[in-house]
Every structure is written in structure tokens, then in C-alpha cells.
């Protein structure tokens, strides 16, 4: 073995990574300024990608196992943390791109074509590791993404697309929650029987308002209808079905009340660490799309409606992803079946005690 030490420069590859900077414009008799940034900025995003990439890895590590070790949920929640923070970090560096200027973009802007940010497989994996369906993609030209990548890269990225993703293995982990019935206490029975008193209160407050007229009473209470429908297609098996075919659901029913019942007893010690983690995926779906909303805006300061490097429709591209391409909306959407902590079904004492670290799941 050497004995020879690192120093900090070979230890980090400095020599490898200062010199991947290369400047199309240097075939160029003035070499173009800002491209540099343009550069190193990116080169940025990638080494980000590459770390998310790693924490992603590590948490589909801990969930590809059907029993899931609980101590393993404070770790997934840091590593969610991690990737989160490197996401704002992300975020910010757009502020960085938008101090070169729209002309100064345009001196080497042609030299880009037809390079583009579309071709980056490190964020289709990071996109396909979480979650994303091939099917709820926004085509690009009419071609699938990995038309766009060389052989290496799509046959990485179908491995991420064709392997089980975090929403994958979150939902099949959230479908083995224990807790919620058993011979003593049926909890959603207490729920809903909860959400009737909380709606019938709520349409006796209409019928007594002097201030509403007939007119106005009764769409109020139209409205309460739709209400009641809206908490019984959670709980009707046949009625979430349809909405799972439709597509307006995707994750499944059994899972979906795991979800709930994990957000309405979050302060249980037992459940705090998973109401963490679903936290955490709501928060890094709705940063992947603040990232790309923040590049849908740039992409339009810099290029206005021209057409992109890669051949894209340039901002409007970016922002027809921002809906089509979310992942966890359905635990987002969940807050619609929130009800206030003093309408909560009291769970009963042996119950109580699971829910305090006192329960080992066999």
C-alpha cells in the first residue's frame, strides 16, 4: 500500500474538474465572456444531480425490503432533508444565471445548438427514481425523452424508469400500517361518523343565517353535497377505483388512508418521523417544480419566444411540465380530508400506548 498522503487538490480531482471548463467561443478571435458562467453553472446543477442521485439510491435501498426496518425512517427523512436543501441551493443559482443579460446570452447562444438542458439524463433519473410515469410525460417533438440521449445514457435512465420508484415503494410501505382497525376501535367508522357531525354543524349554521337568502342556502348547501361526495369516494371502494382508471388518482386507496391517518395523528411520537417523510416528498415535488418554473422564466428573459437551443418551444415547454409532471399531488391533496384537531375520533388508551413507541410490528 502507499503511504503516500492525499493532498486537498488530488484528494478532490481539482486538475480534472478546473479543466472541464472549454469555451465554445474560444474558436473565436475574442473569446465570449459569460459563457463561462453559463458553464460553470450547469457543471453545478450536475454535480447536485449526482448527489441527489447518491441520497436517492440510499432511501430506495431502505424501502426495496418488505419489512422495513423503523429506525431506517429518521435516516430516509435526513436524506429526504439533504436533497431538499440542495434543491433551494439549486433554485438560488437561477439569480446567478439572470446577471448575464439577454444580448450577452445572445453572443454564443448559436454555438449551443443543439446542445440543450432536455438532455440532461442525470435529471430524467432523478425524475424517474422518484416516481415520474413514462406515460404522464409531456412528449418532446412527439419522441420520447431518451431519443434525445445517447445509447449510455437512455439505457440508465429506462433502468431507473423500469425499476421501482420512491412513490413505488412509499405507497406499498404506507399500505402495511398497522394501527388503524382492529376488533377494539374501527377508526375510519369514528372518522366519518366525525366528518358528519363537523358538515351537518356546519349546513345547521347555513339554515340559521338571517344574512342568506332562499337562493343562497340552498347552493351552500349544494355545495355541502358535493362535500359529502368528495369524503365518500375516499372510502368507497368502487368510487375510487374509477377515479384511480380516470387518472385523477394514482396512488391507492389502502395507502391513501395510511397517508391520511399519518397526517391526522402526526403528533403521536410513533407517526412523527412518517408525517415527516411524506412531508418531505410534497416539499422536493414542489421544489423540482419550482426549479423548473424558475427556468421556464429565465428561458423566457433570455430568449423570449424564440425557440430553444435544443429545439424546444423554449419557456412554454417548461411551463406545460409544471402540472403534467408532479409526482406525490396525491398526498398534497390529501389536506382536502383535514379536519380540525378538536373533531378527531379519541383514540382508545391501549392504542394510544402503540402509538408512543410502545408497538413492535411483527
Known amino acids: 500500500m502507499s503511504t503516500k498522503k492525499p493532498t486537498y487538490s488530488n484528494y478532490l480531482q481539482l486538475e480534472k474538474i478546473l479543466d472541464a471548463q472549454k469555451r465554445s467561443s474560444e474558436i473565436l478571435d475574442k473569446p465570449i465572456h459569460d459563457e463561462m458562467l453559463f458553464i460553470v453553472i450547469h457543471q453545478i446543477y450536475e454535480l447536485w444531480f449526482k448527489q441527489i442521485i447518491h441520497e436517492i439510491d440510499s432511501i430506495i435501498f431502505y424501502f426495496n425490503n418488505p419489512k422495513i426496518d423503523e429506525t431506517n425512517i429518521n435516516t430516509v427523512v435526513n436524506r429526504l432533508n439533504r436533497i431538499h436543501d440542495i434543491q433551494k441551493i439549486a433554485i438560488s443559482q437561477?439569480?446567478?444565471?439572470?446577471?448575464?443579460?439577454?444580448?450577452?446570452?445572445?453572443?454564443?447562444?448559436?454555438?449551443?445548438?443543439?446542445?440543450?438542458g432536455f438532455q440532461s439524463m442525470q435529471f430524467r433519473v432523478i425524475e424517474n427514481a422518484l416516481g415520474l410515469k413514462n406515460d404522464d410525460r409531456i412528449k418532446f417533438s412527439k419522441q420520447k425523452y431518451t431519443a434525445y440521449l445517447s445509447e449510455s445514457e437512455a439505457l440508465l435512465a429506462e433502468k431507473y424508469e423500469d425499476s421501482k420508484s420512491i412513490f413505488d415503494l412509499v405507497e406499498s410501505w404506507l399500505e402495511r400500517t398497522p394501527?388503524?382497525?382492529?376488533e377494539e376501535f374501527n377508526f375510519w367508522q369514528s372518522y366519518k361518523q366525525s366528518i358528519k357531525n363537523m358538515?351537518?354543524?356546519?349546513?345547521?349554521?347555513?339554515?340559521?343565517?338571517?344574512?342568506?337568502?332562499?337562493?343562497?342556502?340552498?347552493?351552500?348547501?349544494?355545495?355541502y353535497k358535493?362535500?359529502?361526495?368528495?369524503?365518500?369516494?375516499l372510502f368507497e371502494n368502487s368510487q375510487y377505483e374509477k377515479l384511480l382508471k380516470s387518472g385523477a388518482k394514482r396512488l391507492s386507496q389502502k395507502a391513501s388512508l395510511a397517508a391520511l391517518f399519518i397526517m391526522l395523528y402526526r403528533d403521536e411520537p410513533i407517526l412523527q418521523a412518517p408525517f415527516k417523510l411524506l412531508t418531505k416528498l410534497i416539499d422536493i415535488d414542489q421544489s423540482l417544480n419550482a426549479w423548473r418554473y424558475g427556468h421556464a422564466l429565465l428561458a423566457q428573459r433570455m430568449i423570449g419566444t424564440k425557440i430553444g437551443s435544443g429545439g424546444s418551444s423554449g419557456s412554454k415547454y417548461l411551463k406545460r411540465t409544471l402540472e403534467k409532471h408532479s409526482i406525490f399531488d396525491d398526498y398534497v391533496n390529501l389536506s382536502t380530508y383535514l379536519i380540525p384537531k378538536s373533531a378527531l375520533p379519541v383514540l382508545p388508551e391501549t392504542l394510544k400506548e402503540k402509538l408512543g413507541y410502545y408497538f413492535i410490528n411483527e
Open 226 to 233: 358535493n362535500i359529502y361526495q368528495n369524503y365518500d369516494s
Open 94 to 116: 437561477i439569480d446567478i444565471l439572470k446577471s448575464m443579460t439577454p444580448m450577452d446570452f445572445l453572443e454564443f447562444r448559436d454555438l449551443l445548438n443543439p446542445a440543450s
Open 199 to 223: 358538515l351537518d354543524s356546519d349546513i345547521e349554521i347555513i339554515n340559521k343565517n338571517s344574512n342568506l337568502d332562499d337562493t343562497a342556502k340552498a347552493e351552500q348547501i349544494e355545495n
Open 179 to 182: 394501527f388503524i382497525e382492529s
